[in-house]
């Protein structure tokens, strides 16, 4: 079993940054695939970035695309989200992801984290 625990959400103004953490504990992560989704008030939840569990490779969103970055430490059990450039519409519950072990991608998504909130002002 996998407990994701995010942190690192906040109140911010446009064009600001934020990195958000995801701590895993229960397991390791080292051979899974991480991900990141998010979740609009009123919106369905939707896929952000996801990286390999090698940490050799990622795929970015494109509404996202050239502002966000993943990566992950897998010493730390850790993966990160550094999200520069934000803007309003960014605004959202940021949900961390675990996907399959030796899994080639996020989704599908088998453990997820409670979330955090992110706020961007204009």
């Known amino acids: 079993q996998v407990q994701l625990i995010e942190s690192g959400g906040g109140l911010v103004q446009a064009g600001g940054s934020l990195r958000l953490s995801c701590t895993a504990s229960?397991?390791?992560?080292?051979?899974?695939?991480m991900g990141w989704f998010r979740q609009a008030a009123g919106k369905e939840r939707e896929f952000v970035t996801f990286?390999?569990?090698?940490?050799?490779?990622?795929y970015i969103g494109d509404s996202v695309k050239g502002r966000f970055t993943i990566s992950r430490d897998n010493v730390k059990n850790t993966v990160y989200l550094q999200m520069n450039s934000l803007k309003p519409e960014d605004t959202a519950v940021y949900y961390c992801?675990?996907?399959?072990?030796?899994?080639?991608?996020?989704?599908?998504?088998?453990?997820w984290g409670q979330g955090t909130q992110v706020t961007v002002s204009s």
């Open positions: 992801a675990a996907g399959g072990e030796l899994s080639l991608r996020v989704p599908p998504v088998h453990y």
């Open positions: 229960g397991s390791s992560i080292s051979r899974r695939p």
């Open positions: 990286i390999s569990w090698s940490g050799g490779s990622t």
